[in-house]
């Protein structure tokens, strides 16, 4: 595909993303009945889920941003497949806000051109901080989602199920990176990327 096609490409996903309703090529976790909670839990519930769901929309971009500019056709397969899964996460995190009664940040466009952009930059600077970028970028996001586990409702099920499944595909993506050569990132950049990740996190959970 040439650059011209990818960036066409990368278009037409930032619209899919940010406007479109995704479709998972995976069951959706958060089977079976849906359990007893109050007004509160349900609220508080769907707004974790708005950040997750905003998660999966940064991670679309920085993938998209990634696979744009690496020179690596075995690395841009990797970003690729890591994509292919988190729309699963896209999916499933939009069908949980629904069933919650929910809605998703009114910032996605916004969440998506500035997470573009980060992941560009990361494959400008070569295939090791390329997979650097991804491994730390899910570890980050896996202690987030752990987080998240500890602060759901005890009662809904469902929402810990997505959680989960999503939690074990960022670690399986992390751990990929790492073998196909992915370097330490610096910790001055560790701590920016929490920041802005916090910064997304907080505003996401309200607008």
Known sequence: MNRLDQMITT??????????????????????????MSEAERAR?????????????????????????TKNERVRDELEQAAREETDHL????????????????????????????????????????????????????????GHLQQLPDADAKSRAVVEQ???????????AVDHGGAPLPPPVKWAMQVAANVMRQTASRI
């Open 11 to 36: 278009f037409d996903l930032g619209l899919r993303t940010v406007f479109a309703h995704p479709h998972a090529g995976r069951p959706y976790p958060g089977t079976g009945p849906e359990t007893e």
């Open 45 to 69: 519930a769907a707004a974790l889920m708005r950040v997750n769901h905003v998660g999966e929309v940064c991670a679309q971009a920085l993938y998209a941003g990634q696979a744009l500019t």
């Open 91 to 146: 999916a499933w995190c939009e069908t949980r806000i629904n069933e919650l009664g929910g809605r998703k940040s009114l910032l996605n466009p916004l969440w998506f051109g500035s997470a573009f952009g980060i992941g560009v930059l990361a494959g400008m600077l070569g295939d090791k901080w390329n997979l650097g970028f991804l491994v730390e970028t899910e570890r980050q996001v896996e202690a987030h989602l752990d």
């Open 166 to 176: 999503m939690k074990a595909d960022e670690a399986r993506h992390a751990q990929t």
